[in-house]
Each structure stands twice: as structure tokens, then as C-alpha cells.
């Protein structure tokens, strides 16, 4: 039940396709890197890729007027959750000639623009660029590389830490479920996490995970008896939703993500940036690169809208009664 229209620019001009489509050369065929943290390359391939962020990307650049197989090449590529493999990726597409490279997460941006100084590098998702050291600030950031980004603000962590309270008020211990990779206990978002815990009189209980690896976090999550489950924000996260939802399920607790997807998978609730819009505007990126714009003239677009939703039918199964003034401000609500 849609609350209110989610509300995030697009921007880029997709609704000009056909113009686009006539401004490109005749005869020009196009070849996009398309690299992925975690979801098997199985799933990125095709005109109607099963990720839904592939699949959205992949229409926005056909309604810009690029098809696969006509006047565009996709070279999709997947880490498979082994970061340690995305300079060798960056290199293998840097060799078959792309046009454009575009990545996700701040690691990966980091890799690329250390491997290549050269090809475009388009981030249709990073953290915090700046912090990370990949850009020098978000308004034009010279060199090869520009994008999206995520980031607001650390504070953004506490915010979905409050939300969480709003829909369980007598919640006290909290599992966060946290990238070890990424050391995001130790980062300026864990440390948002644990001010808004000591606000809201909420124990957090650290537990993390490596890629894919989630057999003793979620031991130890059981053992520890957590009344909710807090799952970050990582790049990962998004791969393995699945898994961490089912988890989730059979544990029986309430749990908060910082994407939509988990909550379609029936997860309790989600708040945090539509990442299908972002690989629409990356899109546009890619756009406006292969018609000749320099990267580092193109700013780096922070988000202007958060989007929450909470799943009903799982706040039914579990016995959780949603407090009706946070329905209310939800963006949308599944029954």
C-alpha cells in the first residue's frame, strides 16, 4: 500500500531516449564494464537481468537508447564476495577496451581508480567517497571518476536504530549484524550506531561476518539472545538478503535493513535509499560519458530521499502490533 509517491530524481534526460537514441554515431557500438561485490554474473546477464538492480540499469540504458547485441556490449563481472579479486576484474576490463567501467562501494572505486586513471569509472553506489580517499570532494571531482553516493551523514545509522525502536518500543537488545571486511563497528556509522544506543537505552550486541560467512554470526546472534536484528548497510548485504531474511524468520526476530529488497523478502522493515533509483541515474551517467563529458566534471550526486518500508505480514507472523503513527510516516506498506 504506496503511502506516498517515492520521490528521487531521475534526472539525465530518460525520458529523451529516442533523442539520445539519433544524437549517438551511426555504426558506434559501446562497450560497458558492469561490476558487481557479490551477485553471480548469472544473474546481471540478459535484456532482463534477475538482479534487480542489473535490470534496471540495463532498461534505463534502453530507454537512452542502447541496446545489447545493436549498439552496445555489457561486459558483466563479479567479485563473488572475494574483494581481493577486484583489481584483477578492473584490469581484465581495462584490456578489453571499455568505454565506461561502472562499480559499486567504495573499495572497489578505490581499486579502480588505482588501476586505471584513464577509463571512466562510474560509482552507481559508494559510501563515502571522500572519507575513502577516492574523490577529493563530491562537486566535481576531477580525474576519471564520478557517480552516487550514499551518503548523508553517519547519523543516518542512528536514525534507522530510533525507527527500529519506534516500531518495537520495548526493545533493549539489539543484534548488529556488521561487514568485518569493512570494519563498520570501528567506522563513523558504528559509532552513530552505539550514541543512538545509549539515547535510546538499547544494548547493541557486535556481530560480524565475512563474505558469505554467516554460520557463526548467526550462532551467536541465537545465543545471545537479541530480541532484534540490526543488518548494515555493507555491499554484501544486498547478495545475500535471502539468506539473512530465512535467518531471520526461523530465529523469529524483528529485523531493520538499509534496502527494500530484504523487506519484499520478508523482512520487517527497511530504511534507506532506493537502489534501483541509483542504477537508473548511473545510467544516465554512462549516458552522458559516452556522449563526451568528462568525469570529473560531472558532480557526485548525494540522495535527497530515504524511503521507509515495513512488511505487515511480517509484523503479523512474529506478533508485533506496528505503532500506527509509524505506519503512517512509512513510504510503504506491505500486506
Known amino acids: 500500500m504506496h503511502r506516498r509517491a517515492f520521490i528521487f530524481g531521475i534526472g539525465f534526460g530518460l525520458a529523451t531516449g529516442s533523442i539520445a537514441a539519433r544524437a549517438q554515431p551511426a555504426g558506434k557500438v559501446y562497450r560497458v564494464g558492469l561490476i558487481f561485490t557479490t551477485s553471480p554474473v548469472s544473474e546481471m546477464a540478459g535484456p532482463e537481468p534477475v538482479n534487480p538492480s542489473a535490470r534496471v540499469f540495463v532498461r534505463a540504458l534502453r530507454t537512452l537508447g542502447y541496446v545489447e547485441g545493436q549498439n552496445l ?28 567501467i561502472v562499480t559499486v562501494g567504495d573499495s572497489m572505486a578505490r581499486v579502480a581508480k588505482a588501476v586505471t586513471t584513464t577509463v571512466p569509472i562510474v560509482m552507481a553506489v559508494s ?26 551523514g553517519p547519523e543516518i545509522a542512528g536514525k534507522r536504530l530510533e525507527l527500529l525502536r519506534d516500531a518495537l ?75 539473512i531474511v530465512d535467518f531471520a524468520t526461523r530465529a523469529r526476530l524483528p ?21 534501483a533509483n541509483l542504477y537508473r541515474r548511473a545510467a544516465g551517467y554512462v549516458d552522458k560519458i559516452l556522449k563526451g563529458a568528462k568525469p570529473g566534471d560531472l558532480p557526485i550526486e548525494q540522495p535527497t530521499k530515504f524511503e521507509l518500508v515495513i512488511n505487515l505480514k511480517t509484523a503479523k507472523a512474529l506478533g508485533i502490533t506496528i505503532p500506527q503513527s509509524l505506519l503512517l510516516r512509512a513510504d510503504e506498506v506491505i500486506q
Open 73 to 100: 556490449i555489457l561486459e558483466c563481472r563479479s567479485a563473488e564476495g572475494r574483494y581481493e579479486r577486484f583489481g584483477d576484474i578492473v584490469a581484465e576490463l581495462v584490456r578489453a577496451n571499455v568505454d565506461v
Open 127 to 152: 559510501g563515502d567517497p571522500v572519507s575513502a580517499g577516492v574523490v577529493r570532494s563530491l562537486a566535481g571531482a576531477g580525474g576519471n571518476i564520478t557517480g552516487l553516493t550514499l551518503f548523508v
Open 255 to 275: 529485523s531493520t535493513f538499509a534496502i527494500r529488497e530484504a523487506v519484499e523478502l520478508g523482512g520487517l522493515m527497511s530504511y534507506g535509499v532506493n537502489f
Open 169 to 243: 518500543p520495548g526493545v533493549s537488545r539489539v543484534a548488529y549484524l556488521a561487514s568485518k571486511e569493512e570494519k563498520e563497528w570501528e567506522s563513523p556509522f558504528g559509532e552513530s550506531l552505539r550514541r543512538a544506543a545509549r539515547v535510546l537505552g538499547v544494548t547493541l550486541l557486535p556481530v560480524e561476518y565475512t563474505a558469505h560467512q554467516y554460520t557463526e554470526a548467526f550462532a551467536l546472534i541465537s545465543r545471545a539472545r537479541a530480541e532484534a536484528l540490526f543488518v548494515s548497510a555493507a555491499a554484501g548485504i544486498y547478495a545475500d538478503r535471502a539468506l
